[in-house]
């Protein structure tokens, strides 16, 4: 959607789930000295300044990963993420899920990004230059779908949609289901908004009925202001590394603290 923009939304606590998740599995995946392929669908600008007028705006980042960094010890990927940012852009800036990639994987690693939004993506492009990352004007599930099975075949893809189309509920369990047949050692993570009304739900039922084995990991937390929808988010996991349930039941406890 040509009209979302996440600066507005950047370093909220959907986020924090999101990216403490992804940097713990990105930094798994780096462990063995085997190349990884990293691919995200709908990637924003990548590098976000929390005093931006949008950011303050909104006040998410305020109840969000300014309440929430001190949950993450110094050694922890997403903290580290941070941390690294902060030194390279400035105290103010916050990591998108594109630029935690860059933070944690290593030169033999292959970045794929797409962003439809030009203004969105010219930005990425700037950001995501030191880490030689290929932005693709591309529909993201669309060029996932020509990209898969990647090389470097072992990997990850975040799909992380604005859900502002609508029919992303219907579409995505039939798209996931066609990338998992073309890339099944994939680690494919499906980010969601929990709203009021949870129209997550038959998407997720749907997803579920057909990958079983798939972790899902859900947080709730209070809305950022009256009237805001959102009250949590998930993730939907295929292929999840050994071991993240651990890393998953330390962040549901965080999350379960706020309410």
């Known amino acids: ?23 713990w599995t990105l930094d798994y995946l780096i462990q063995k ?24 705006k909104t006040g998410e980042a305020a109840k969000g990963i300014s309440i929430a960094e001190g949950w993450f010890p110094k050694d922890h990927p997403y903290r580290r ?6 030194v390279d852009r400035g105290a103010t800036a916050y990591p998108g899920s594109p630029m935690i990639a860059g933070q944690i994987l290593r030169d033999s690693d292959t970045i794929h990004l797409c ?13 995501m ?9 591309a529909e993201g599930l669309a060029k996932a779908l020509s990209i898969c099975p990647p090389t470097p075949r072992r990997g990850m893809l975040l799909i992380d949609p604005s859900y502002e189309i609508k029919t992303d509920y219907e579409t995505i369990p039939r798209i996931i289901g066609q990338l998992h047949r073309k890339w099944n050692v994939g680690l494919i993570y499906l980010w969601y908004p929990i709203l009021d009304d949870c129209p997550h739900r038959p998407m997720l039922n749907m997803l579920r009925q057909d990958h079983p084995d798939a972790l899902v990991h859900e947080v709730r937390f209070p809305p950022v202001r009256d009237g805001h929808r959102m009250v949590g988010s998930g993730l939907f996991m295929l292929n999840p590394p050994y071991g993240i349930e651990t890393e998953l039941k330390r962040l549901t406890d965080r999350f379960r603290a706020l309410r």
């Open 129 to 137: 230059a030191p880490f030689g990352a290929h932005v693709h004007d």
């Open 1 to 23: 959607m040509l009209s979302y923009q996440h600066l507005y939304h950047a370093g909220n606590l959907a986020d924090v789930q999101k990216h403490a998740v992804l940097a």
């Open 115 to 127: 962003e439809l939004h030009p203004q969105e993506r010219a930005a990425l492009e700037y950001a």
């Open 33 to 56: 000295d085997k190349p990884v392929t990293y691919i995200e669908s709908h990637a924003g600008r990548g590098l976000y300044d929390l005093t931006a007028p949008e950011a303050v």
């Open 81 to 86: 993420a941070l941390d690294q940012t902060r």
